[in-house]
């Protein structure tokens, strides 16, 4: 069987990750045009000032997507290039950018699918305390009502939040991230409820605004949990894990169920409102409802998992790694079996279908002599997680997978220094290369995964 005839085969970049550009054309700044001026926060004190000059280069970008033959793009809007303060006045040149490039897209057949927040939060909103700010929830909602009057007359495939696990836990919880802030937990709850209100709001605003009927999700992240062996005992002990809250309260946010239950089934986890009772913001009914807004699809950033079995005591352990483990460039675990028992857990527990909105690695990637870029660790990555993804499109409704990404880009705090694309890029010259692993994908996405 394997992926259905309509599976979507896509690749996935955020805007500050590709786009730069970023004092052009009545862009506001956003907090990581701030955070990467500080010193020591970024490797090398890299930033996303060019990038990859996408902003310029679009129609380059989508030609190459085309010859990659992907049917379907995600791509984040940054909220402070059509908003510059976050909320009011609107900045049409950055309207019409996002304008040129889902034209440019559906031009080549390509479908966009826009992501409204991937971690451009306005500095000015920031500065009014942004996140812990529960005004954020309209200033959000607002936002998304804009995109939608602008762009759903041709765009019909919405998510709204990207990896808030991310942009809560690294930014305010560990500080690696923008603002770069360790706060106190109870912050990070407050932010989390407005974060998940803010998201429900959203909902509302684009079904409101929509010029077409809508398919909207959510694109969370988290380590999968995958069965030692196919004993139903470890499986039942990795599906506990996996739905578990952290056992380290300041690595909290790393979770599947605070950020997924309300939205889905639309109530907290009971373990995590018990042990976080004295941080947690006052929870009312009417927020829950509006968290739960219903979603049509849920997305889901996979890239590796835990190994887990039950132990003699009937609890779930971790099974550890074996001495030489494959890991990637950026010393992340090689572990398709996520690709398997993730969805097919979420899926079991969600009732939702499901997108992989992000998978891949980071690879040594390198020009060789030949002018060509060889990264067989890559299609040997990607043949072994989709076969895993196969599988589990036999068993639950699987929408689409996009690969993370498109190109090489500017890495968060990791600045240039990891090379996660399908297509390289010299940052010096700006030229784009195939390499070797986007012709393969080119022919995975030709026969629907038929060979995997």
């Given at each position: 069987?394997?992926?259905?005839?309509?599976?979507?085969?896509?690749?996935a970049?955020?805007?500050?990750?590709?786009?730069?550009?970023?004092?052009e054309?009545?862009?506001?700044?956003h907090i990581?045009?701030?955070?990467v001026?500080?010193?020591?926060?970024?490797?090398?004190?890299?930033?996303?000032?060019?990038?990859?000059?996408?902003?310029?280069?679009?129609?380059?970008?989508?030609?190459?997507?085309?010859?990659?033959?992907?049917?379907?793009?995600?791509?984040s809007?940054?909220?402070?290039?059509v908003?510059?303060?976050?909320?009011?006045m609107?900045?049409?040149?950055?309207?019409a950018?996002y304008?040129?490039?889902i034209?440019?897209?559906l031009?080549?057949g390509?479908?966009p699918?826009?992501?409204?927040?991937?971690w451009?939060?306005?500095?000015?909103?920031?500065?009014?305390?942004?996140?812990?700010?529960?005004q954020i929830?309209?200033?959000?909602g607002?936002?998304?009502?804009?995109?939608?009057?602008?762009?759903?007359?041709r765009?019909?495939?919405?998510?709204?939040?990207?990896?808030?696990?991310?942009?809560?836990?690294?930014?305010?919880?560990?500080?690696e991230?923008?603002?770069?802030l360790?706060?106190p937990?109870?912050?990070?709850?407050e932010?989390?409820?407005n974060?998940?209100?803010a998201?429900?709001?959203?909902?509302?605003?684009l079904?409101?605004?929509?010029?077409?009927?809508?398919?909207i999700g959510?694109?969370?992240?988290?380590?999968?949990?995958?069965?030692?062996?196919?004993?139903?005992?470890d499986i039942?002990?990795?599906?506990?894990?996996l739905?578990?809250m952290?056992?380290?309260?300041?690595?909290w946010?790393?979770n599947v169920?605070?950020?997924?239950?309300?939205v889905?089934?639309?109530?907290?986890?009971?373990d995590g409102l018990?042990?976080?009772?004295?941080?947690l913001?006052?929870?009312?009914?009417?927020?829950?409802?509006?968290i739960?807004?219903?979603?049509?699809?849920?997305?889901?950033?996979?890239?590796?998992?835990?190994?887990?079995?039950?132990?003699?005591?009937?609890?779930?352990?971790?099974a550890?790694?074996?001495?030489?483990f494959?890991?990637?460039?950026?010393?992340?675990?090689?572990?398709?079996?996520?690709?398997?028992?993730?969805?097919?857990?979420l899926?079991?527990?969600?009732?939702?279908?499901?997108?992989i909105?992000?998978?891949?690695?980071?690879?040594?990637?390198?020009?060789?002599?030949?002018?060509?870029?060889?990264?067989p660790?890559?299609?040997?990555f990607?043949?072994k997680?989709?076969?895993e993804?196969?599988?589990?499109?036999?068993?639950?409704?699987?929408r689409g997978?996009?690969?993370w990404s498109?190109?090489?880009n500017?890495?968060?705090?990791?600045?240039?220094?990891?090379?996660?694309?399908?297509?390289?890029?010299?940052?010096?010259?700006?030229?784009?290369?195939?390499?070797?692993?986007?012709?393969?994908y080119?022919?995975?996405?030709?026969n629907?995964?038929?060979?995997?």
């Amino acid at each position: 069987m394997g992926f259905c005839e309509n599976f979507v085969w896509g690749a996935a970049t955020s805007a500050y990750q590709i786009e730069g550009a970023v004092e052009e054309e009545g862009k506001g700044e956003h907090i990581w045009d701030v955070y990467v001026k500080e010193p020591g926060r970024i490797y090398q004190g890299h930033s996303g000032k060019t990038a990859c000059d996408h902003y310029h280069r679009f129609r380059e970008d989508v030609s190459m997507m085309k010859a990659i033959g992907l049917q379907a793009y995600r791509f984040s809007i940054d909220w402070s290039r059509v908003l510059p303060t976050g909320c009011g006045m609107v900045n049409e040149k950055g309207v019409a950018y996002y304008d040129a490039l889902i034209d440019e897209l559906l031009k080549n057949g390509i479908e966009p699918y826009v992501t409204l927040y991937h971690w451009e939060l306005p500095y000015e909103l920031y500065k009014k305390g942004g996140w812990m700010n529960p005004q954020i929830v309209e200033w959000f909602g607002a936002y998304a009502g804009l995109i939608a009057e602008r762009f759903s007359d041709r765009v019909s495939h919405f998510f709204t939040l990207n990896e808030p696990q991310c942009f809560v836990g690294l930014g305010f919880l560990t500080g690696e991230h923008a603002p770069g802030l360790t706060v106190p937990l109870r912050d990070t709850f407050e932010m989390a409820h407005n974060v998940l209100k803010a998201h429900g709001r959203a909902v509302q605003m684009l079904r409101q605004y929509g010029k077409q009927k809508l398919t909207i999700g959510y694109a969370p992240t988290c380590g999968m949990c995958y069965p030692q062996t196919e004993d139903p005992q470890d499986i039942e002990a990795a599906r506990q894990m996996l739905f578990a809250m952290n056992p380290e309260d300041r690595n909290w946010t790393w979770n599947v169920t605070w950020w997924s239950d309300p939205v889905l089934p639309g109530h907290y986890p009971q373990d995590g409102l018990e042990r976080y009772e004295p941080y947690l913001p006052k929870i009312t009914d009417a927020d829950m409802k509006l968290i739960s807004e219903p979603v049509d699809v849920y997305g889901q950033n996979i890239y590796n998992g835990r190994c887990v079995r039950m132990s003699r005591e009937g609890k779930p352990e971790e099974a550890g790694r074996y001495e030489g483990f494959a890991k990637t460039a950026s010393s992340w675990p090689v572990t398709p079996e996520a690709l398997y028992w993730g969805p097919k857990f979420l899926y079991e527990r969600y009732q939702k279908p499901i997108y992989i909105t992000e998978n891949g690695l980071s690879c040594h990637d390198t020009v060789s002599l030949d002018g060509k870029v060889h990264d067989p660790n890559r299609i040997d990555f990607l043949a072994k997680y989709l076969h895993e993804l196969k599988r589990a499109a036999d068993e639950i409704e699987l929408r689409g997978y996009f690969q993370w990404s498109l190109m090489d880009n500017f890495e968060w705090a990791e600045g240039y220094s990891q090379r996660f694309g399908l297509v390289y890029v010299d940052y010096q010259t700006q030229e784009r290369i195939l390499k070797d692993s986007a012709y393969w994908y080119h022919d995975v996405i030709q026969n629907n995964g038929a060979d995997l």
